[in-house]
């Protein structure tokens, strides 16, 4: 377990820093903070629950991705993008059909994108994971679809490290990291 310098440095260089200089958390880890006035009162426990929570999910996704030697991309939008060579977005206006990011459109079966962040491993693409609310079939067979076609794509699934009881979906390059495990939360995190 990182102590709360360690992690804050670590963090650092998974995620990168923000302008005002805190660590750039994805979207649901950053640092739990006071309610307002205009929201349901909290007592100091819950509080402190609260802060302990996100400092194990902030704590496991950190020790994850150092162990894996991840870096967060800060240009990785969909699966697509671990098919490139270079970590790069979408094309905004695409010339083939396979180009078209599957992120920002209205097809029902990518609901499985939720909580995206995308992973480089030497400054290249390497994994993607997501973190949504649930898992249907028809997400599943999205998934597989994916993977099917290219060789060096994999696909696992866990438990989320959002929480509030996310899966997890992980699509990796195998040419570029042979197996990436689920990124597991701590049974006694509050959410």
Same mark, same amino acid.
């Given at each position: $377990? ?7 440095? @670590?963090?650092?260089?998974?995620? #990168?820093?923000?302008? +005002?200089?805190?660590?750039? &958390?994805?979207? #649901? ?10 929201? =349901? ?18 704590? @496991?996704?950190?020790?994850w991705? =150092?162990?894996?030697?991840? %870096?967060?991309?800060?240009?990785g ?7 490139r ?16 990011? $599957?992120?920002? #459109?209205? +097809?029902?079966?990518? /609901?499985?994108? +939720?909580?995206?962040?995308? &992973? ?13 609310? /649930?898992?249907? +079939?028809?997400? %599943?067979m ?16 866990g438990? /989320?490290?959002?929480?509030? /009881? ?5 699509? &990796?390059?195998?040419? %570029? ?7 597991d ?7």
């Open positions: $377990m990182l102590e709360k310098r360690d992690l804050h440095v @670590a963090a650092l260089r998974v995620f #990168g820093r923000s302008t +005002d200089g805190a660590v750039q &958390w994805p979207y #649901g880890l950053h640092n739990a903070a006071r309610r307002r006035r205009w929201q =349901t009162p909290e007592s100091p426990e819950d509080f402190t629950r609260r802060q302990a929570s996100q400092r194990a999910k902030q704590q @496991a996704i950190t020790e991705a =150092t162990g894996l030697g991840l %870096r967060r991309s800060q240009v939008c969909c699966p697509r993008w671990l098919t060579t270079t970590s790069r977005k979408c094309p905004s206006e695409p010339t083939h059909p396979e180009q078209e990011c $599957m992120v920002y #459109g209205s +097809d029902p079966r990518v /609901g499985w994108l +939720d909580h995206v962040i995308a &992973w480089n491993l030497n400054g290249r693409p390497a994994v993607f994971t997501t973190a949504p609310y /649930g898992l249907e +079939d028809i997400h %599943r999205e998934v597989a679809s994916l993977v099917a076609p290219d060789l060096q794509l994999d696909a696992a699934f438990a /989320g490290w959002y929480g509030f /009881g996310t899966q997890q979906v992980i699509l &990796w390059r195998r040419d %570029r990291i042979p197996s990436v495990p689920a990124c939360l701590p049974t006694e995190t509050y959410c």
